[in-house]
């Protein structure tokens, strides 16, 4: 692998991991469409450290204040304040993810990875998209967030574990089909992020680094990772707050009729 797939392919995790996209379709699909080397699943979770480190940086106080949070619940076995309910909802929202990751992680590197599949998962969950943010008002901040649909959401991230499918999307469409404000379901989703990318770089990402002259691409592929990732976040943000997620429901639906296009061509 060259340093400019390396970097190409981080700005595409970077910017996709945070916007409703799926990255692992993009770090599936680019190589296949332009004929360059595979770089494998180790790889693309090595670049899940660059999203790690936009997740970690941009929302740096909020993670100061929930660390505090997490600590005094530690300390008094109690959950008073929002930040403490939050830290709850988090590990909730984590432990459906968690599960499926160890289950499933054979399938995700082979037979979810297929150009086929992953056209048809972009192109199912840009419409659920669409119709949850069409049809469900926006009537709940993220103050207004239950357990329930903490564990709701995380169980949409399972699915994920497809690649087309967008753990962003899943989380995104599932908090917006509980009324959930498109702002508030954005925040969360970055937010519920930051464990499963963390454990899945902890245990890939030395993987990567240990492959025969990786180690610049791997370093190049992190870095562009980083600097789209934090690009993603603030622009997601401040654009949910005037428009919808229709676009990228629209971009899902033809990128998955582009790629079902390429398959039956070279059939």
């Known amino acids: 692998m060259t340093l400019f797939h390396a970097i190409v392919l981080g700005v595409l995790q970077g910017l996709a991991e945070f916007l409703p996209i799926s990255s692992s379709a993009h770090l599936a699909l680019a190589p296949w469409l332009f004929g360059w080397p595979e770089p494998g ?3 693309d979770v090595a670049l899940h450290v660059g999203t790690l480190v936009a997740v970690l940086l941009y929302f740096r106080r909020e993670w100061v204040t929930l660390a505090r949070a997490g600590w005094h619940i530690v300390m008094t076995r109690r959950i008073e304040t929002p930040s403490e309910r939050m830290v709850l909802f988090l590990v909730i929202g984590t432990i459906p ?21 992953i056209a048809v998962a972009l192109m199912t969950l840009g419409f659920l998209l669409w119709l949850a943010d069409r049809v469900v008002p926006e009537r709940r901040p993220l103050g207004q967030l239950t357990w329930r649909d903490a564990l709701l959401i995380g ?17 995104i469409t599932a908090a917006r089909a509980l009324a959930i404000d498109r702002e508030a379901a954005a ?8 464990p499963i ?15 025969p002259g990786m180690g610049a691409a791997v370093m190049a ?47």
């Open 97 to 117: 993810g968690g599960i499926g990751g160890v289950l499933l992680q054979h399938a995700a590197e082979t037979t979810f990875r297929t150009p086929a599949l």
């Open 155 to 171: 169980v949409a991230q399972l699915f994920a574990l497809v690649p087309g499918v967008s753990r962003s999307g899943s989380t």
């Open 41 to 43: 699943l180790a790889f």
């Open 221 to 267: 592929g992190v870095l562009a990772a980083a600097v789209s990732g934090w690009l993603a976040i603030h622009v997601l943000l401040r654009y949910v707050t005037r428009h919808s997620f229709g676009a990228f429901a629209l971009y899902r639906l033809v990128l998955g009729a582009v790629v079902l296009a390429v398959v039956a061509f070279r059939g």
């Open 187 to 194: 925040t969360f989703s970055f937010l519920l992020s930051m």
């Open 197 to 211: 990318i963390a454990a899945a770089a902890v245990f890939e990402a030395p993987r990567a680094l240990a492959a």
